[in-house]
């Protein structure tokens, strides 16, 4: 009688492993795109402030990109789409929006039916202060 379940356990850890292994990939996958998405606000919200009381700010200003940039190099990553956009004529109170993307690509990216790239994007909407 013990003799025949002496494969149970094999049979049953061959069942069992691959799903493991795929929620513990996804869970590290997870983590690496939430931490990439938290640094990418973090530079948004530097440009934005950044922008805010620059004095002669233009559209897509090149100091405010650089900030953005400077900051994300920091963790590691590199802008792929940057703005910096606001309603003319600029005067004191109004809107400037600084937009951010980044292209995120999961270690195991040939698994993923979607493709390979993922993109994060964020926005920050603040009031000129100049």
């Known amino acids: 009688m013990l003799r025949r379940r002496q494969g149970n356990a094999i049979i049953e850890a061959a069942f069992v492993f691959p799903i493991l292994f795929l929620l513990l990939i996804g869970i590290l996958e997870t983590g690496r795109a939430w931490t990439d998405y ?73 698994l993923l039916p979607w493709g390979a790239v993922i993109p994060i994007r964020t926005e920050v909407i603040t009031r000129y202060e100049v």
């Open 38 to 110: 938290n640094l990418l606000t973090h530079a948004v919200r530097e440009g934005a402030r950044f922008a805010a009381v620059r004095p002669q700010l233009r559209i897509n200003d090149g100091a405010v990109l650089g900030r953005i940039n400077s900051v994300l190099a920091m963790g590691g990553l590199r802008a792929q789409r940057t703005a910096v956009i606001y309603t003319t004529p600029l005067q004191t109170g109004r809107l400037v929006r600084v937009h951010a993307e980044i292209d995120f690509i999961p270690l195991v990216s040939g």
